[in-house]
Nanobody, 125 residues
Framework: QVQLVESGGGSVQAGGSLRLSCAASGFTISTYFMAWFRQAPGKEREGVAGINKGTITTYVESVKGRFTITKDNAKNTLYLEMNNLKPDDTAMYYC???????????????????WGQGTQVTVSS
């Protein structure tokens, strides 16, 4: 059974940092495209960062230079390091896994098969 479990969310002040984790089970993340998405109340789900089956990464423009997506294949875990957080980063963050993607669509939520339950990130000014 495929399962993705996020953790690491919380409340921080602007300028702070958080590290999100996504523990995967039931499949091997090295054989999937993996990504982080976020959704704020009243807004559409937005792709934040993605990583292919190797080491190619992509980021939405608003987080470039502040967020870093990595994965530990031995631990079957995906991470999102978030620095210099801003109030606009406040959202529920989800990790997702997809088996068949192209690099150009790594931040398209419709391309992902499996989703976690999400972890809340709140950034206060």
């Amino acid at each position: 059974q495929v399962q993705l479990v996020e953790s690491g969310g919380g409340s921080v002040q602007a300028g702070g940092s958080l590290r999100l984790s996504c523990a995967a089970s039931g499949f091997t993340i090295s054989t999937y495209f993996m990504a982080w998405f976020r959704q704020a109340p009243g807004k559409e789900r937005e792709g934040v960062a993605g990583i292919n089956k190797g080491t190619i990464t992509t980021y939405v423009e608003s987080v470039k230079g502040r967020f870093t997506i990595t994965k530990d294949n031995a631990k079957n875990t995906l991470y999102l390091e978030m620095n210099n957080l801003k109030p606009d980063d406040t959202a529920m963050y989800y990790c997702a896994a997809g088996s068949w993607l192209t690099l150009s669509r790594m931040l398209d939520p419709s391309q992902y098969n499996f989703w976690g339950q999400g972890t809340q990130v709140t950034v206060s000014s």
